[in-house]
């Protein structure tokens, strides 16, 4: 079993937007009026591409289809997973323009990467019942202890994430996380904005998860496996420190991959406890985290597949 990967599978966008129907519950996102939001996305999206390749990580790129119209398919994540033995998961989406992202087409990039699929599990039934399970921005996958730390939300449905669990024999560690909004507490719509899972160590907003018992049970599982539990702050969560990757680069090298917005708002004690156990690759994702409301954790689909 393998925490990390090499090869990530990443979608171009061609219609990158704020999108209306998931700012209802996102409040990371904020629209801005400009025509040059697809164009400057674009941009973004191949410099982080760019940075990805110098140091070995392998990505397989596929473009967007104008026609369909899905403002959001640059976070590939939230719609499918790709596991170790030879599994593919299909997740429900809350936002009906999102539920267009999920193209098979793409499964066949992989296959001619020499990677096998023997089979996909397909969730997506669910939305006609209006639930919802957003892949790994629902679910933080410790593939290594088989947990599956989750924050119930409108996209994490409590019981969706137990059948996933008893179907890929993960433990759910379940709880609620939650932000200031206008003086309110309100659900963070995916558990993977307040929380990153590496190897070793884990980046985590603590002050997100309000019921003591859930945070206690939280970190207990985390200190269970061995992991560092680095804490970041609340501001620093909206500034998408919460939202990071673990990558393996050439020669086996390990990054941590996030935001130069991201990388901006950590302290230097954070920063070392990191370099400890990897380096940070950062990245201007600027536009695409003020319209998308997601950032760098959100635009790498894993790929953990077994090759032929």
């Excluded at 998931?22 to 025509?35: G, L, M, R, S």
């Excluded at 609620?176 to 309110?184: I, L, R």
């Excluded at 390990?254 to 406890?273: E, N, P, R």
């Amino acid at each position: 079993m393998k925490q990390i990967t090499d090869t990530l599978l990443m979608v171009r966008p061609v219609a990158f937007r704020m999108n209306e129907q998931t700012a209802v519950n996102n409040y990371f996102q904020e629209d801005i009026k400009n025509a040059d939001v697809n164009k400057q996305a674009q941009q973004e999206f191949d410099d982080f591409v760019k940075k990805l390749n110098a140091v070995g990580v392998k990505t397989i790129v596929v473009d967007d289809v104008i026609e369909e119209d899905t403002p959001d398919s640059i976070f590939p994540n939230n719609w499918v997973s790709f596991h170790e033995n030879g599994s593919i998961a299909l997740y429900p989406m809350f936002a009906p323009n999102r539920r267009k992202e999920r193209r098979m087409e793409y499964f066949a990039r992989l296959e001619e990467a020499g990677f096998k699929i023997n089979n996909i599990v397909d969730y997506t039934s669910a939305e006609e019942d209006d639930i919802f399970l957003e892949g790994t921005g629902s679910m933080l996958l410790d593939r290594i202890n088989q947990k599956a730390y989750c924050a119930i939300s409108p996209r994490a449905d409590e019981e969706l994430l137990i059948e996933f669990c008893e179907d890929f024999e993960f433990t759910p560690v379940i709880f609620t996380a939650n932000q200031s909004v206008g003086g309110k507490r309100k659900p963070i719509y995916h558990t993977n904005v307040m929380m990153c899972l590496a190897e070793e160590f884990t980046v985590i907003c603590l002050d997100a998860i309000d019921d003591a018992k859930e945070r206690k049970n939280v970190l207990k599982h985390l200190k269970q496996d061995g992991k560092e539990i680095i804490a970041i702050s609340e501001a620093q969560m909206h500034e998408f420190a919460g939202n990071m990757l673990q990558v393996q680069g050439a020669f086996d090298k390990k990054y941590l991959v996030m935001s130069a917005k991201a990388h901006g708002s950590l302290t230097k004690d954070q920063i070392a406890k990191i370099e400890k156990h990897c380096e940070i690759l950062s990245s201007d994702l600027n536009m695409i985290e003020t319209c998308g409301g997601g950032s760098a954790r959100c635009m790498m689909a894993e790929v953990f597949l077994p090759k032929d």
